[in-house]
Nanobody, 126 residues
Framework: DVSCRRLGGGSVQAGASLRLSCVVSGRTIRTMFTTWFRQAPGKEREFVAA????????RYSDSVKGRFTISRDSAKNAVYLQMDSLKPEDSAAYYC???????????????????WGQGTVVTVSS
């Protein structure tokens, strides 16, 4: 089984920064797409950022580009999401996802991912 121990999250003011961490056990992240999604109450799960297999490429949603940075540490088998200049519309539960069969054309689709970590809630107040 794959588990993802998530760290970070919480409540902050607009403009602040947070860093989310996902420590993975059971799979080697460098062989998989590692991605962050988020889901606000009453809304569908939304793609945030992804690192492709072997770290060859990084993708961001337009809504977070320039403010969020995804990274990973293969030695620690962990994935991170640095979130800067947070806005109230960034408030959501954030999920780390791993996919062994994801391709570039499907990386933004939640259904393409095999494994999910528990969500961590981020609340940004104005």
């Amino acid at each position: 089984d794959v588990s993802c121990r998530r760290l970070g999250g919480g409540s902050v003011q607009a403009g602040a920064s947070l860093r989310l961490s996902c420590v993975v056990s059971g799979r080697t992240i460098r062989t998989m797409f590692t991605t962050w999604f988020r889901q606000a109450p009453g809304k569908e799960r939304e793609f945030v950022a992804a690192i492709t297999r072997n770290g060859a490429s990084i993708r961001y949603s337009d809504s977070v580009k320039g403010r969020f940075t995804i990274s990973r540490d293969s030695a620690k088998n962990a994935v991170y999401l640095q979130m800067d200049s947070l806005k109230p519309e960034d408030s959501a539960a954030y999920y780390c996802a791993l996919g062994s069969s994801v391709i570039l054309s499907t990386l933004a689709s939640a259904s393409a991912y095999n494994y999910w970590g528990q969500g961590t809630v981020v609340t940004v107040s104005s």
